[in-house]
């Protein structure tokens, strides 16, 4: 069973479309996040919640929008997507915050066109 | 949670020898955690340091965290080619503020 799962695994659209990626993990932690990693492999949170409250939202564009409807479920929903959107987009999971192990989802590679 | 600096940020290294990746902070850290990316995948939890000079050892790596807790290290011993990868070193502060990584490449 996979912990951490995130659908869709590969992502090509125009720029300018609307695309959503969705992510669930069974492993019961309350704390879920959406890492976005670059070309250059940099690693960079976007957001954080923390059962369905958003604690953490870093300088990203409100092009992009986190939703969850219920612990489980953090889904990243992006308007009018630009070139620079391209990115492989990290979903994690933790059982609280500070010094806890965090889960990664496989990634969900988003090309845009 | 504080941006970490790695170095280097690529090693090449031969199969069998040792190296060692570091991690480097400005602030004192409350913890550092060690990630493992292997190329195409997702980042994998490795360790946790959370006291002063702690050292830690998974068979043939050993996390170091330093006196001051403002860095910290992973040395590999005898390399193989299933180290490679990329390593990632990240205080968690109630999110991972992650370095840069570094890359490593194996030669058989």
């Known amino acids: 069973d996979t912990a951490v799962s995130q659908t869709p695994k590969y992502l090509v659209t125009q720029m300018g479309n609307d695309k959503s990626i969705k992510c669930e993990q069974n492993l019961g932690h309350d704390t879920m996040y959406w890492y976005k990693q670059d070309s250059k492999k940099f690693l960079k949170i976007m957001f954080s919640y923390n059962n369905k409250e958003l604690i953490i939202n870093e300088t990203v564009p409100n092009r992009f929008s986190p939703k969850s409807p219920d612990k489980a479920h953090l889904n990243l929903h992006i308007n009018s997507l630009e070139l620079g959107d391209s990115a492989v987009y990290f979903c994690?999971?933790?059982?609280?915050?500070?010094?806890?192990?965090?889960?990664f989802g496989e990634g969900s590679w988003l090309t845009v066109v | 949670g504080q941006q970490v600096m790695q170095i280097p940020q690529y090693q090449h290294v031969q199969e069998g020898e040792d190296f060692t990746t570091y991690c480097n902070s400005s602030?004192?850290?409350?913890?550092i955690q060690w990630y493992k990316q292997r190329p195409g995948g997702h980042p994998v939890f490795l360790i946790q340091?959370?006291?002063?000079?702690e050292v830690k050892k998974q068979k043939r790596l050993t996390f170091q965290f330093g006196e001051a807790k403002k860095n910290s290290s992973l040395h590999i011993t005898a390399t193989q080619t299933t180290d490679v990868g990329t390593y990632f070193c990240?205080?968690?502060?109630?999110?991972?503020?992650f370095g840069a990584g570094t890359t490593v490449t194996v030669r058989a």
């Open positions: 994690a999971s933790s059982q609280g915050g500070q010094g806890n192990t965090i889960y």
């Open positions: 340091l959370v006291k002063s000079g």
């Open positions: 602030t004192t850290l409350s913890n």
């Open positions: 990240a205080e968690n502060d109630y999110k991972l503020s």
